[in-house]
T-cell receptor
Framework: AQSVTQLGSHVSVSEGALVLLRCNYSSSVPPYLFWYVQYPNQGLQLLLKYTSAATLVKGINGFEAEFKKSETSFHLTKPSAHMSDAAEYFCAVSPQTGANNLFFGTGTRLTVIP | EAQVTQNPRYLITVTGKKLTVTCSQNMNHEYMSWYRQDPGLGLRQIYYSMNVEVTDKGDVPEGYKVSRKEKRNFPLILESPSPNQTSLYFC????????????FGEGSRLTVL
């Protein structure tokens, strides 16, 4: 079975501060990992993905995430928050092969304070 | 423009009144899927389809039906809606083999009274 746990349902940061959203995964087989972003009243949009190549993955809008097998983590970071980053962020996991589903975390809502 | 289109975007209905949420994609994707999003639960898969005439249950299929008669369309049918089906629904699609790289519609917010 595969699952992800997102620590913190709400995170607030000041504009210009570091953004750190936490995701830990549980998987019996090597997984693929993803971060999605959901802006208000919109569908989810793929932010970045880890598919067993480089462990540090860069995505859109200046976000990046690092796959750490020893910590079973895939935390999302951005050096400097912008007001436009306010959204809900979802971590997701799937097996590398035979996947018919993505398993999503419960989401973290990011608020950026001016 | 590549997109997944859902209709209606908002719907209020009553218990037992059949409804259909349509989903259409213009990217020639083989794989399509329906999710429901509930507070504190994230997204859960209802049904998915690997290709035309091939559908299968996801994690929460009870009370829902789907069909895939054409590649671009994947409607979600609630034969007899109940209040516990009040939720935000998303349709998504992807190419075969592109695991996890889903394109989502904008969502359909359904309220069942």
């Amino acid at each position: 079975a595969q699952s992800v746990t997102q620590l913190g349902s709400h995170v607030s940061v000041s504009e210009g501060a570091l953004v750190l959203l936490r995701c830990n995964y549980s998987s019996s087989v090597p997984p693929y990992l993803f971060w999605y972003v959901q802006y208000p009243n919109q569908g989810l949009q793929l932010l970045l993905k880890y598919t067993s190549a480089a462990t540090l993955v860069k995505g859109i809008n200046g976000f990046e995430a690092e796959f750490k097998k020893s910590e079973t983590s895939f935390h999302l970071t951005k050096p400097s928050a912008h007001m436009s980053d306010a959204a809900e962020y979802f971590c997701a996991v799937s097996p590398q092969t035979g996947a018919n589903n993505l398993f999503f975390g419960t989401g973290t809502r990011l608020t950026v304070i001016p | 423009e590549a997109q997944v289109t859902q209709n209606p975007r908002y719907l209020i209905t009553v218990t037992g009144k059949k409804l259909t949420v349509t989903c259409s994609q213009n990217m020639n994707h083989e794989y399509m899927s329906w999710y429901r999003q509930d507070p504190g639960l994230g997204l859960r898969q209802i049904y998915y389809s690997m290709n035309v005439e091939v559908t299968d249950k996801g994690d929460v299929p009870e009370g829902y039906k789907v069909s895939r008669k054409e590649k671009r369309n994947f409607p979600l049918i609630l034969e007899s809606p109940s209040p516990n089906q009040t939720s935000l629904y998303f349709c998504a699609s992807r190419m075969t083999g592109m695991v996890g790289e889903l394109f989502f519609g904008e969502g359909s917010r359904l309220t069942v009274l």
